[in-house]
């Protein structure tokens, strides 16, 4: 059955680091890739999407994901984290259907 | 456009009382999905309607539970009786479903606390 998969619950950062949240797919073909951010009382909000062609990918907010086919993988990341990048991150994959699986999501926490 | 808007942003009932969350989604979008998020079950997807029909209500809980879309621009979620396990943010989201590649806008979400 298609899956997705954020190893990580809970990431903590200080601001200004880097940071990579990692996202793992399970689908047999090559599916829509989605991240999506949600601020504390927040709807979701699309971060970036990947469909096809050039496998790094650019987003609002200064944030970057990469596809690797090999690893069925779909990371995020961004060089340099803000104060107010705290928040829940959610990976979904879209298949051929009309439906998006999301994955378990991963809380990041910025320390000053 | 306003995008996706639901209403009430905040619900607090009691136990035994019905509960009606609504949505409006994006006009011309011919997909409605309703998802239920709470810290125990993560988000999970409820029910979805496609031009305004019922397509999977696989992820509805109980009988309790019911969603109507009756015309493109509005959807409703009724739960009746209301139970405190039922407490959660409810998220409706609207989609062009595969034709633009399944992006999903979510609304704010309601927030239901059954006491």
């Known amino acids: 059955a298609q899956s997705v998969t954020q190893p990580d619950i809970h990431i903590t950062v200080s601001e200004g680091a880097s940071l990579e949240l990692r996202c793992n797919y399970s689908?047999?073909?090559?599916?829509?890739l989605f991240w999506y951010v949600q601020s504390p009382g927040q709807g979701l909000q699309l971060l970036l999407k990947y469909f096809s062609g050039d496998t790094l990918v650019q987003g609002i907010k200064g944030f970057e994901a990469e596809f690797k086919r090999s690893q069925s993988s779909f990371n995020l990341r961004k060089p340099s984290v803000h104060w107010s990048d705290a928040a829940e991150y959610f990976c979904a994959v879209g298949l051929n259907t009309d439906k998006l699986i999301f994955g378990t999501g991963t809380r990041l926490q910025v320390f000053p | 456009d306003a995008g996706v808007i639901q209403s009430p942003r905040h619900e607090v009932t009691e136990m035994g009382q019905e509960v009606t969350l609504r949505c409006k989604p994006i006009?011309?979008?011919?997909?409605l999905f309703w998802y239920r998020q709470t810290m125990m079950r993560g988000l999970e997807l409820l029910i979805y309607?496609?031009?305004?029909?019922?397509?999977?209500d696989s992820g509805m809980p109980e009988d309790r539970f019911s969603a109507k879309m009756p015309n493109a621009s509005f959807s409703t979620l009724k739960i009746q009786p209301s139970e405190p396990r039922d407490s959660a943010v409810y998220f409706c989201a609207s989609s062009e479903g595969l034709k633009a590649k399944n992006i999903q806008y979510f609304g704010a979400g309601t927030r239901l606390s059954v006491l």
């Open positions: 309607f496609n031009n305004n029909v019922p397509i999977d």
């Open positions: 689908y047999g073909a090559t599916p829509y």
């Open positions: 006009s011309g979008h011919d997909y």
